[in-house]
């Protein structure tokens, strides 16, 4: 084995590798298109692309959009679900709000993930202390089992009312289950928290999805040599042994953006930043998160593909505009996104057949992105391709092809100028003080508009930005996540009751650890808690919560409740759940990007076509052999083999001596 660690992250367009040797100090970088159809062929051309054969790879730490792109495609298997009786229609039922407040041409919301005739009730009932108060007999257990049996489903969900309180019944049934069901995923071992529309959806998914994941892992497993670990970035932030995932593959969801956050805070920690958003623009979306004092916002209510769940995600907002966004007039209006023209047939520039005007395509209009450019020997962008597909909208609209590839832009840029605000108003925060860390294939070409148009001043294109996620994943340490529902009044505090759970979360957790090679010592252990006033509906997630000393517990939660609302009381509260974390802490060593060479850094310049400029002849630098600390006043283009950074005219750029890129942004 020759020691190499490889990232691969598969996003919706493009499949990115970075590959480190710590031995050598060497890294490489790769991209190639994404196979919807053979992810496992996209996993082997992206080790290729950076010159390896698998037998050379040590380690394999792998993040991918299979999972949400299944559940927000609807490509999920059919299942049946076993609750209580009675609570058979709670996933019909929902939270009782409709999507589209004003369409009402539009359904309220979605149908339920299991239909009626697929939704079994069973005889049984546990109390919200966890006491049996209708014990399951066996009678019942046989007749649900020969129900679901005739349902012919391959995967069943089994989530009992407070089944997270006490899961006797829950595992009665999963044993029983088994014997003639492939697939059992119970609700206390999925989601093992409160609110059962939120828990039942999230048991329904991972049973919907289970099989393809586990199918995946073994493709994977029969072709990954002997000798070559394989882990996977899971979306609580981390990695996760195949084992973990093989039970719980709904940790897929989102594991890309969530690598890409990752790498954030490590970027963050050298350069010193405490507040960031990072805003990673793909093929497909833009996922905007952000970081405070080196952690990442993580939530546990969270919408996939439309549906609520509740499981602990880093909490990354996205949005329907990538570079593939499809734009169209609707009614007159301008409109980008969610459609993707995807890596299939992609932009019309890449010239692989699409025929509709993306936001790559405007790019390609407005000069920012290299005429006649060649992407990984794969693909040949076309300036004539994309003005043909864009020249329709600007005779529609009556303008030039350059102003309405401009306008193009600047929706999509108010798209994304919304999707920071959500993830930064709802903090509480002023997003105005962060820095905006842009990566991503089209990230750096949008950042300086959208951090103006924002307020932000202070944009960092990090190195290897192209391959960003990849970076995390190959930057990641294993970590575990878990969190569990105590409803434990501040007036009834019991400390050994909360002792105890904590001390069976942290086992849960160090389990699978230990099995994946991990020792107690080298893990550390952190613990949010997530808190409400009586009465109230949402919990404030309380960090490094003191759990064993109720007064500084309350002044913790006090300040941050303060901190969000601008106000606190010293009204009675309540517990409602704890998320434990255990992470290895020993650090992993990446190597680093290659050092600038100055040397023959100035490609020449071409014309690029700027709001309130117009055409203007604007330098092109290589962005690997730009010197260090050297400031360049825009407009100037940046570029390396995979992603292009757009400095426009009164911004200043400088590259730092550890390869990142730093933009100075000018007044709106």
Request: hydrophobic share 40%; aromatic share 4%; glycine share 10%.
């Amino acid at each position: 084995m020759s020691g190499w660690q490889l990232g691969i992250d598969i996003g919706g367009t493009f499949t990115d590798v970075v590959a480190s040797h710590p031995g050598t100090g060497e890294t490489r970088t790769g991209k190639v298109p994404s196979r919807a159809d053979d992810p496992i062929e996209a996993l082997i051309s992206a080790i290729g692309a950076v010159g390896l054969e698998w037998d050379e790879v040590a380690e394999l730490t792998h993040g991918t959009t299979m999972v949400t792109n299944a559940i927000v495609e609807n490509r999920i298997d059919e299942v049946a679900l076993v609750t209580t009786a009675g609570f058979g229609d709670t996933i019909a039922i929902g939270r009782v709000r409709r999507r589209y407040i004003y369409h009402l041409d539009r359904l309220p919301k979605e149908p339920p993930l299991v239909p009626a005739a697929r939704r079994f009730e069973v005889g049984e009932r546990v109390d919200h202390t966890g006491a049996v108060v209708e014990p399951l007999s066996e009678a019942e257990v046989a007749r649900v089992v020969a129900a679901v049996k005739g349902s012919g489903v391959r995967a069943v969900a089994v989530c009992l009312i407070h089944g997270y309180r006490n899961p006797v019944h829950e595992r009665q049934l999963g044993a029983a289950l088994r014997g003639v069901v492939e697939h059992v995923c119970l609700s206390h071992e999925i989601s093992p928290s409160i609110r059962e529309y939120e828990r039942s959806n999230t048991t329904i998914l991972s049973a919907s999805v289970i099989d393809r994941v586990r199918r995946y892992l073994a493709k994977i497993d029969a072709q990954k040599p002997d000798g070559s670990s394989l882990t996977f970035f899971h979306s609580s932030g981390g990695m996760a042994a195949t084992s973990v995932i093989a039970e719980q593959p709904l940790l897929l969801a989102m594991s890309g953006p969530a690598a890409g956050v990752g790498a954030s805070v490590t970027t963050m920690a050298a350069l010193g930043i405490d507040k960031a958003l990072t805003f990673d623009m793909g093929g497909t979306t833009t996922d905007c998160c952000l970081v405070l004092d080196g952690k990442a916002e993580v939530s546990s209510d969270r919408e996939l593909g439309s549906r609520r769940i509740r499981m602990p995600m880093v909490s990354v907002h996205s949005i329907g505009a990538g570079g593939g966004s499809i734009a169209r007039l609707a009614q007159g209006v301008m409109q980008v996104g969610p459609r993707s023209a995807g890596s299939q047939p992609g932009p019309a520039c890449y010239q692989l057949g699409g025929t509709e005007a993306t936001i790559s395509d405007a790019n390609m209009v407005l000069g920012y992105l290299a005429p006649d450019k060649t992407l990984g020997n794969a693909i040949t962008l076309n300036r004539d391709a994309a003005v043909a597909v864009v020249a329709p909208i600007a005779e529609a609209i009556g303008v030039s092809v350059e102003e309405a590839a401009l306008g193009m832009l600047q929706v999509a840029n108010s798209n994304m100028v919304r999707a920071l605000n959500n993830v930064t108003v709802e903090r509480g925060i002023d997003g105005r003080e962060c820095t905006l860390i842009a990566f991503g294939g089209g990230g750096p070409m949008h950042a300086a508009e959208v951090a103006r148009h924002f307020g932000i001043r202070a944009v960092v294109c990090p190195a290897f930005s192209s391959s960003y996620s990849a970076l995390g994943c190959v930057a990641s340490r294993m970590s575990l996540s878990q969190q569990r529902t105590i409803n434990m009044p501040s007036a009834a505090w019991k400390a050994d009751e909360i002792a105890a759970i904590r001390a069976e979360l942290a086992e849960t957790l160090m389990a699978p650890m230990r099995a994946a090679g991990h020792d107690a010592a080298h893990c550390a252990l952190a613990e949010v808690a997530l808190i409400r006033y009586s009465g109230q509906s949402y919990d404030v997630p309380v960090p490094d919560a003191a759990l064993g000393d109720l007064g500084r517990l309350t002044a913790q939660f006090r300040a941050m409740h303060h901190t969000l609302f601008g106000f606190d009381t010293d009204e009675p509260w309540e517990l409602t759940a704890i998320r434990t974390t255990v992470e290895d802490t020993r650090p992993k060593t990446v190597a680093p990007a290659p050092q600038p060479s100055g040397e023959a850094y100035r490609r020449g310049a071409r014309p690029a076509y700027f709001a309130g400029t117009g055409w203007t002849e604007t330098a092109v630098l290589d962005r690997a052999k730009v010197p260090a600390e050297e400031t360049f006043a825009g407009p100037v283009i940046l570029e390396d083999a995979w992603s292009t950074i757009i400095v426009p005219p009164g911004d200043t750029a400088r590259a730092d001596a550890a390869g990142h890129v730093h933009i100075a942004v000018g007044e709106a």
